[in-house]
C-alpha cells in the first residue's frame, strides 16, 4: 500500500473547512463518549537549543469511521532570526487503525491552523448568540486566517475588526479578506466589542479587557497553549460562561491556568467541557446578554479527525505524491 505524502499546499486544498468543522466537532464526543483515546501530550525539552519537541498520539472512533495518528511538533522560538525557518514545524502520521498501516504523512503546520479554526468554530456554533455579524481578532498572524475561514462557515459574518502590534501583519490580513467582508484594522477594544472574538497572541499578559468586551461577546481563548501565556484579563473569567477543550490541559497551560493555580476561579466556575455541549449533556449559550469564553489547548484528537478529512480527500485526486513506505 502506498503512503501519501502531502505538503502545506496538499493539505490546504484538502482540508474542506465545512468538513473538517464536523469532523473535529465529531472527535469531541467520541472524546466524552470515551470512544477515544487520548495520552497526555508528551514534551522533549531542549534547553541546549530553547526549544521544544512534543508528541500528541490519538486515536478515535467516530461510529461512521475510525481513526488514528500522532503529530510531532516543536516549538524553536529562535528558528527565525538564526536559521529562517518557522517558530513551529508540525509533522503528521496519520495510520489506518487495523493494520498500523501509515496512510498519509502529511505537513502538520497546515492541520494545525485548520483544526484549531475549525475547534473554535465548532465552539462559536454553541457559544455565540445566533445572529452573529462582526468578529473582532485579536492578532493577525497565522492562525487568524483560519479563526476567520471557519467561523464565517457556521455565522454570516459581515464587518471584521483586526488587531495587532504589526501593522503589516495587519495590511496582509485586510489585503487578504477585503472582497469578502468588511474588514478594517482597530483597537483591541473595538475588536473585543464584536459578537465573535478570537484572541490568537503569544501573550504573556492580559491584553483584553472585561470593560472592553460587549453585552453578549463570544471569546475564543485561543493563544494560551503554554503556563506562561496569558491574554484575558482574569475578571473576564470570573463574569463569562468558561467552556474549555480538556480539564488537564486548560488547567496546566490553558488561559485559565494562571487564575486555576492562583485560585481565583475554581471547577465550579467551568461550565464544561465543549464535547459534553456538543453530546447535549450540557447547554451552549441560554441568554442573550452573557460573555462566553472558549479556552482551547488544542487535542491530538482534532488533528486526528482533520487528517481523515484531508486523507479521504486527497486518496481520490490524481496529483498527490506517494511512495512505497512499507514493504513486505
Excluded at 473547512?17 to 483515546?37: K, N, P, S
Excluded at 447535549?280 to 479556552?295: K, N
Amino acid at each position: 500500500m502506498e503512503t501519501l505524502l502531502l505538503d502545506r499546499e496538499g493539505v490546504d486544498v484538502n482540508a474542506r473547512m465545512g468538513e473538517v468543522i464536523d469532523a473535529v466537532g465529531d472527535a469531541f464526543a467520541a472524546y466524552e463518549r470515551g470512544d477515544a483515546l487520548m495520552p497526555a501530550k508528551s514534551y522533549i525539552e531542549l534547553d541546549q537549543y530553547n526549544g521544544d519537541f512534543r508528541s500528541m498520539p490519538a486515536y478515535m472512533d467516530a461510529g461512521e469511521w475510525d481513526a488514528a495518528g500522532i503529530k510531532w511538533v516543536n516549538v524553536h522560538p529562535d528558528n527565525p532570526e538564526k536559521f529562517d525557518l518557522p517558530t513551529v514545524i508540525g509533522t503528521m502520521i496519520y495510520s489506518d487503525p487495523e493494520t498500523a498501516v501509515p496512510l498519509a504523512i502529511m505537513d502538520g503546520t497546515e492541520l494545525t491552523m485548520k483544526r484549531t479554526g475549525a475547534a473554535a468554530a465548532v465552539a462559536t456554533d454553541r457559544l455565540a448568540i445566533p445572529e452573529a455579524r462582526s468578529m473582532g481578532l485579536v492578532g493577525a498572524g497565522v492562525q487568524s486566517y483560519t479563526q476567520l475561514e471557519a467561523i464565517a462557515e457556521i455565522r454570516p459574518i459581515e464587518e471584521v475588526v483586526v488587531s495587532d502590534l504589526d501593522s503589516d501583519a495587519v495590511d496582509a490580513f485586510v489585503d487578504a479578506f477585503s472582497d469578502q467582508f468588511d474588514v478594517r484594522a482597530g483597537s483591541i477594544t473595538e475588536a473585543a466589542a464584536c459578537d465573535v472574538l478570537s484572541t490568537v497572541t503569544p501573550s504573556t499578559e492580559p491584553i483584553v479587557s472585561r470593560a472592553d468586551l460587549g453585552a453578549h461577546t463570544h471569546i475564543n481563548a485561543m493563544g494560551a497553549d503554554a503556563a506562561a501565556k496569558q491574554e484575558l484579563d482574569p475578571e473576564i473569567l470570573v463574569d463569562a460562561k468558561l467552556v474549555i477543550d480538556d480539564h488537564a490541559q486548560t488547567t496546566h497551560s490553558g488561559e485559565i491556568s494562571r487564575s486555576y493555580e492562583d485560585g481565583r476561579i475554581d471547577d465550579s466556575d467551568i461550565h464544561g467541557a465543549v464535547g459534553e455541549i456538543v453530546v447535549g449533556d450540557r447547554s451552549g449559550r441560554t441568554e442573550d446578554d452573557e460573555i462566553t469564553v472558549f479556552d482551547s489547548t488544542g487535542l491530538a484528537i482534532q488533528d486526528v479527525a482533520t487528517a481523515h478529512v484531508i486523507y479521504e480527500h486527497a486518496s481520490e485526486a490524481d496529483d498527490v505524491d506517494s511512495f512505497p513506505l512499507v514493504g513486505r
